[in-house]
């Protein structure tokens, strides 16, 4: 079968064949190869003629399956390929097959059939009214096809594929307005005829009712006022109250009134609107009891929904409760009672549907900024706290620490963060007693711990100096005996370390504090925890922490016999480093080669194979990365006083570790997990000694450039840019800088060029541009006049296409970089100098340079990148705007007006506003709002 090739069209016969291969051959051999070929045939013009003649033999439901999906596919993805005379027998051919569609097709066939329907429609500007007539035509005799093709329509109008740009969805929009009274009446004709029949519920014919209006619905072409008197809709509300409704059904009629309670948000306030809102606030608070049920018959599906109506109401009527507080309270606020009543539930999962809700209040509130309306919405969040506590609770016969990336760990992780953004609501304050009181009474170690998480939450907003409640749970927690359950005592020391502020204000606890975190490093199970609120005591009490920095240099000599992660043990040297930059200079440096050898000596030993060889583990004792990320967390937080021509204490320290780090370097160089550590030390150590690091530039910059030669690792590119950072203020140091530069360009590009370069090596392209960027900000003459900067701006026009947040961003900013330098006058005396080069680049480059940013808008990068666009255009614009207009002008006329389904694009009115739009900014965020609006017209 691999050796018929697709030059020719193969026989229908052939095709279900290859498909009866891929489902029923014993052999998977042969299952792949079929797979491959028909894979290939999907994609070949021949494709179409054959998916219909194996549709219309209906000779098993595999090949009907693939037929109807490759045509649903060809139609989404490939209808370019159809002449405009096809599209019409295409349609007629498609309309006998949906014709066939019935309560007996195959689901999953007349899915396909439907949508290959759908999305015929809305790519055939010729087909005129085609939603009516489809109505008109099937309402009676293909009801199951027709509410199967209702419920899609609407739902493909917004499809990422079908890409109709703004103006044909203004026209489909328009044609569905127009067919919505034939829809409204089929829908509720069929609901009558459903109801009136005797022998009983067609559950699936009800499904499709309900999710027929929803995708109507939401797609905003029915009015929602009126709809609280639709027949459907109070079908969906009986459904919702029946206690032993379907659940498909039940999840079908929340979703109807969820999507018509998001639309309320953007109603107009009018009396019409209020009335709805009260009508429609009436029923859902119906539904009340109906939860209640679900909660008592254990049925989560159900449950779930109703939590899903009330949170979805509070959001949508949010803004209105917030407008009339305080004065005359709405009287839609009462939703959060229910809301509240969904958080009580035994699940942990149901109050995570709320959490956005309250996220929204706590930012109204917040910008708000008014004591009155905070006050009133005080008891809902005191009601939430306690009712969070409790779903934070550990089941009883839990007898370890939560482990990380469970589904319940992650649970408490959303509350941490839902509390810590509410608690100004009520007041830390008052959380620690209320909760400090709440735990008082109880027995139980779950309660108890949980309601220590919740403290630990909030914490940090405690205010050290006038809140005393604290003092009492500190007392408590430093009481507590070693027998006491494992989970108690660890979150007891999350919550000591995040009250590390608190106690830097009340240093008679410190002493005590300091010799339980030592006790709670001893315990493998605890040490981890104990070590971070260790760090935290270093971080926040740093002065009084000084008399006991040879205890915790002592600390750091054993710190891989406490089983700590690695993260805990550089928190731990990153607390003991910034206690270190508050001694003097003098003792500065000696400490400082204590804290590295203990990290130089084991490197060492593994850069010059003295321990045993073998693959390396992951944070185990022979992995250097474990090492390198100790000595990053030294440099990055020794940060001690010296002045401008002070000798740095730290620079013997760094002689000491270059060398390591250079053998290091040599011995892992294709390594690139290692290498990349390997870099962010050595940018720490060059932004901790800053220039004084000069005695080590010139060979590391000779190790890296030969290392990068054959391993192009983009981390040294990154490195690169913080040499030019550090040391191109010395101009004697600039052509060797620029030295490195050139030698970096020919690997760079080779992998740049090759097929999918740019997209298969973004972390290259972010970090090469990275470095470019920085040569324009620190030292732009020289850059500007090296003979490879052209092959530089000629990579940077191919990749503003590259759709990668960082990597765009970061060619992005290189353009405005080079353009920047051309109009700046902060150094005056350059300042024509850079000029004149920057407007040669401009003169070569700049027409091809708008119009690869005007097409890489329209046709490749998302909307968030539209931001870095306006700013290079406009910046453009600032050197010279007559250029500019005249580009952007030739750039617009070279758009085709159509795409290639004959679909109407953009109009000559449409390019000419756009034109005037980014051409008369004043500022950049005009030139992305235009870009915007205009891109729209594309997707």
Request: net charge negative; with cysteine.
């Amino acid at each position: 079968m691999m050796e018929i090739t697709l030059d020719s069209c193969p026989s229908s016969d052939f095709v279900v064949e290859a498909i009866r291969t891929l489902y029923h051959h014993a052999d998977p051999k042969e299952k792949e190869k079929a797979s491959l070929w028909l894979h290939a045939w999907q994609k070949s013009v021949f494709a179409w003629k054959i998916s219909d003649e194996i549709l219309h033999r209906k000779i098993d439901v595999e090949s009907c399956y693939m037929a109807a999906q490759t045509l649903r596919t060809k139609i989404q993805t490939s209808f370019h390929e159809l002449p405009p005379e096809a599209r019409t027998s295409l349609r007629d051919s498609i309309l006998e097959h949906f014709n066939g569609v019935d309560e007996r097709t195959n689901h999953i066939i007349s899915t396909q059939i439907c949508l290959a329907l759908a999305d015929l429609l809305l790519q055939m500007p010729e087909w005129q009214g085609a939603m009516g007539e489809l109505v008109q035509r099937y309402a009676q005799a293909r009801e199951f096809a027709l509410l199967e093709l209702l419920i899609f329509v609407p739902e493909e109008v917004n499809s990422r594929q079908l890409r109709l740009g703004a103006n044909r969805r203004s026209e489909i929009m328009e044609d569905l307005r127009s067919s919505a009274g034939f829809v409204t009446e089929f829908l509720h004709a069929c609901l009558a005829k459903q109801q009136a029949q005797t022998h009983g519920e067609h559950t699936t014919f009800r499904i499709s009712l309900l999710k027929c209006l929803s995708s109507w619905v939401e797609l905003g072409i029915i009015p929602i006022l009126g709809l609280e008197n639709n027949p459907l809709v109070m079908h969906a509300v009986l459904s919702l109250e029946k206690v032993d409704e379907h659940s498909m059904v039940h999840e079908a009629a929340s979703d109807l009134i969820c999507g018509i309670v998001e639309r309320m948000e953007d109603l107009n306030l009018t009396n019409e609107s209020c009335q709805f809102e009260l009508t429609f606030f009436t029923l859902i608070r119906r539904l009340e009891p109906a939860y209640l049920l679900s909660v008592a018959h254990e049925d989560m599906s159900k449950s779930t929904n109703f939590c899903r109506i009330f949170t979805e109401f509070a959001e949508s009527s949010l803004h209105r409760i917030m407008s009339s507080a305080p004065q005359q309270p709405h009287f839609s606020m009462a939703i959060l009672d229910s809301v509240l009543v969904c958080c009580g539930h035994p699940d942990y999962e149901m109050p995570d549907i709320t959490f956005n809700l309250w996220h929204r209040l706590s930012e109204e509130l917040y910008q708000r900024d008014d004591e009155q309306t905070t006050q009133i919405f005080r008891p809902y969040i005191n009601r939430l706290i306690l009712a969070l506590c409790k779903h934070c609770q550990m089941e009883p016969d839990m007898d370890q620490v939560l482990e990380e990336g469970e589904d319940f760990t992650m649970f408490r992780f959303r509350v941490r963060e839902l509390i810590r953004d509410v608690v100004f609501i009520v007041g830390s304050s008052n959380v620690f007693k209320n909760l400090f009181d709440y735990v008082k009474g109880a027995s139980a170690w779950e309660i108890m711990e949980a309601a220590l998480f919740i403290m630990s939450a909030v914490a940090k907003s405690v205010h050290p100096t006038r809140d005393e409640n604290p003092a009492q749970v500190v007392e408590s927690i430093l009481a507590i005996p070693p027998s006491t359950h494992i989970a108690v005592r660890h979150t007891s020391l999350k919550l000591i370390g995040e009250l590390a502020e608190w106690i830097d204000a009340h240093p008679q606890f410190l002493e005590q504090i300091l010799n339980w975190l030592l006790a709670g490093l001893q315990d493998p199970k605890l040490s981890s925890e104990a070590a971070t609120a260790l760090q935290n005591m270093c971080s926040q009490c740093r002065g009084k922490m000084i008399p006991h920095f040879e205890g915790l240099l002592q600390i750091l000599k054993a710190v891989d016999s406490f089983n700590l992660k690695p993260e805990a043990a550089n928190g731990l040297i990153k607390g003991v480093a910034i206690i270190l930059s508050d001694f003097p200079n003098e003792q500065v440096a000696q400490a400082m080669s204590t804290m590295c050898q203990m990290q130089i000596v084991p490197l060492s030993a593994i850069a010059n194979g003295a321990l045993p060889p073998g693959k390396i583990a992951k944070n185990s004792k022979n992995d250097p990365v474990l090492y390198l990320d100790r000595l990053s967390s030294v440099f990055r937080h020794v940060t001690p006083n010296v002045s401008e021509n002070q000798s740095h204490p730290c620079v013997s320290v760094v002689q000491e570790a270059w060398v390591v780090i250079s053998k290091t370097c040599e011995t892992f160089q294709s390594d690139v997990r290692i290498m990349e550590s390997l870099c962010r030390t050595m940018r720490f150590i060059l932004r901790c000694v800053g220039a004084q690091a000069m005695p080590i530039l010139e060979p590391w910059a000779k190790q890296m450039v030969h290392v990068y030669l054959s391993h192009p690792h983009s981390c040294f590119l990154y490195l690169g840019s913080i040499l030019v950072y550090v040391f191109s203020s010395n101009p004697s140091l600039i052509p060797g800088l620029l030295g490195m530069m050139e030698a970096f360009l020919p690997p760079t590009f080779q992998i740049l060029q090759a097929e999918n370069g740019l997209r298969n090596h973004p972390d290259t392209v972010d970090d090469f541009f990275r470095l470019n960027a920085r040569f324009l900000q620190r030292c732009p003459i020289p850059f500007l006049q090296t003979t490879f900067m052209p092959s530089i701006v000629e990579c940077g026009l191919l990749a503003v296409y590259l759709d990668h947040k960082e990597a765009n961003a970061s060619v992005m900013k290189f353009f405005f970089d080079l353009f920047h330098a051309g109009r700046s006058k902060e150094e005056k005396e350059d300042f024509e100098t850079r000029r004149l080069l920057v407007d040669q680049i401009r003169h070569n480059f700049g027409a091809k340079l708008v119009e690869a940013l005007l097409r890489a808008a329209i046709f490749n990068l998302p909307s968030y990148t539209f931001h870095d666009i306006g700013d290079v255009i406009f910046e453009l614009m600032l050197l010279e705007r007559t250029c500019v207009c005249h580009w952007l002008g030739a750039a617009l006329k070279g758009l085709p007006l159509k795409d290639a389904n004959g679909i109407e694009k953009v109009t000559q009115k449409q390019l000419v506003k756009v034109h005037k739009e980014v051409t008369s900014a004043e500022e950049p965020k005009d030139v992305s709002d235009a870009l915007r609006d205009f891109n729209r017209l594309w997707r």
